[in-house]
């Protein structure tokens, strides 16, 4: 039986991508189809940094969900801490970030957190204290790295498939245990004349020739991203109704045992009935 959970928000806001993300799952939650409330969304800018943060912001404020900002540019700036990413993955001011992150956030109901185009990379403090899920474009046993460096592996490995997961966020960056994961074929249709023009070439001349413009990267490109908003709400759809659970670092079935990644590929896959794929 489900139970309205509360769910946390954070992004950059960088791009339409975060905009429409939040959209999605702010609407789905709206229309009762993921038993659980947006408690609050958290952005690591502030208005006026950029417009496209800005207009995420915006949509925040309209969804009349509370919105939380501290900007860590800002932030890394009045600190005098230098670059804001060079040197250590988490520099002494990352912590002091964090924490004051923590302290705004103190008071919401924090069960589950979902990184929606965070940029930035979360301290163990964070990690420690809150439970957080991402996306990565690959499978559980997939390639790790960039989704651009995903797909370079992919074609590098003449995979005949790939996938969509959302894993546990923990302090080793995309390593986390998979939660939740969607799975698609790389095979058939015009993708078979796209890896016969690829064969020809390793996946390092074809990034100097060709990069990112090449025909089978961009159809591999497509068919993940479509399917990553999907993910989301299945995986949020699936947590609200009790398919697993996330304690102490473990995920755990309905009876609290571990169990693997939930396969939600049949739901994301029904999701994208009408829409094309390339």
């Known amino acids: ?14 791009d339409q991508a975060a905009c429409d993300l939040l959209s999605t799952v702010y609407d789905a939650v709206r229309r009762g189809e993921i038993a659980g409330q947006l408690d ?43 670059q804001p990413y060079a040197g250590d993955v988490t520099p002494p001011w990352r912590f002091e970030y964090d924490r004051e992150v923590l302290h705004l956030l103190d008071g919401f109901s924090q069960e589950l957190v979902v990184m929606a185009g965070y940029m930035m990379i979360t301290s163990p403090l964070l990690c420690q204290r ?7 474009p690959a499978l559980p046993d997939g390639p790790k790295g960039t989704w651009q460096e995903v ?29 939740a994961y969607c ?26 020739s060709q990069g990112e ?28 109704h009790g398919r697993f659970r996330i304690e102490a670092g473990r995920i755990l079935d309905e009876r609290g045992q571990p169990r693997p990644p939930v396969d939600l590929t049949a739901e994301v896959e029904a999701a994208l009935q009408g829409a094309p794929l390339p």
């Open 1 to 14: 039986m489900s139970t309205v959970k509360s769910i946390g928000w954070f992004s950059t806001g960088r």
């Open 40 to 82: 609050f969304v958290f952005c690591n800018r502030e208005a006026g940094e950029a417009p496209e943060s800005d207009r995420f912001l915006a949509l925040a404020a309209g969804c009349h969900v509370p919105l939380v900002c501290l900007s860590s540019r800002r932030f890394w700036r009045e600190r005098g801490a230098g």
């Open 130 to 136: 809150l439970t957080m899920i991402n996306l990565h």
């Open 151 to 179: 797909i370079w592996q992919l074609i590098g490995q003449r995979a005949r498939t790939s996938g969509v997961m959302m894993h546990l966020v923990t302090p080793e960056l995309d390593r986390g245990p998979a939660i």
């Open 183 to 208: 799975g698609y074929s790389l095979r058939g249709g015009e993708l078979e004349r796209m890896w016969a023009q690829a064969d020809n070439a390793p996946p390092k001349g074809l990034q100097a």
């Open 213 to 240: 413009g090449l025909p089978l990267f961009q159809a591999i490109r497509q068919r993940g991203l479509s399917r990553e908003f999907p993910l989301i709400v299945s995986t949020l759809q699936a947590y609200c």
